[in-house]
């Protein structure tokens, strides 16, 4: 009784593997998936002559290949039934991981971003050369856009006329 239970297990495993190979999916999930459904088969005797799968595995091979399978097969095990099953769970596997894709990995800590982070103030001016008054003049007027920008910020949070400021602690109603 092991035999076809032991045999379905192979079958699942390979063709659970294959099927999340192909369709992009974790291939030890398949095969994990694919065993148990094989050896869930293979004890319920689907692997039988007169099963749906041996049905299917006739019209897939030729006599001659199935006579030389069954004679190395226990005689609970049919080799028609076994590539029938083979085939019915590879193309089954296939179907199902196209049809159900994994869910994508929302963990950010864990992968790459898209794109890559901004410094919250970068600098609008490079500064190239030995330094000295090129240095200087750089820093007076990165200094001068930075008030320049904060002025800005500061009279369109009070061009509302609404009696209500932003401040750094939150919204303050006057």
């Known amino acids: 009784m092991c035999e076809p239970i032991s045999i379905g297990i192979a079958i699942g495993a390979t063709t659970g593997a294959i099927s999340s190979a192909v369709t992009g999916g974790d291939v030890l999930k398949g095969a994990l998936m694919g065993a148990v459904m094989g050896g869930v088969t293979g004890g319920m005797g689907g692997l ?20 030389a399978m069954n004679m190395a097969l226990p005689a609970t095990l049919s080799s028609q039934a076994l590539v029938g099953f083979a085939a019915t769970s590879l193309v089954g596997g296939i179907g ?4 159900t ?15 890559g982070p901004q410094a919250y103030s970068s600098q609008h001016s490079t500064v190239t050369g030995s330094g ?3 240095a200087a003049a750089v820093l007076a007027s990165e200094i001068k856009q930075a008030k320049s920008l904060r002025k800005r910020q500061a009279e369109a949070s009070e061009s509302f006329g609404l009696g209500m400021g932003m401040a750094e602690t939150g919204l303050q109603i006057a």
């Open 48 to 67: 039988g002559a007169g099963t749906t799968a041996s049905a299917i595995g006739s019209n897939l091979g030729s006599q001659s290949f199935f006579q």
């Open 96 to 99: 199902l991981g196209m049809m």
């Open 101 to 115: 894709p994994e869910q994508q990995n929302y963990n950010l800590g864990a992968t790459a971003l898209p794109y």
């Open 132 to 134: 000295g008054r090129q």
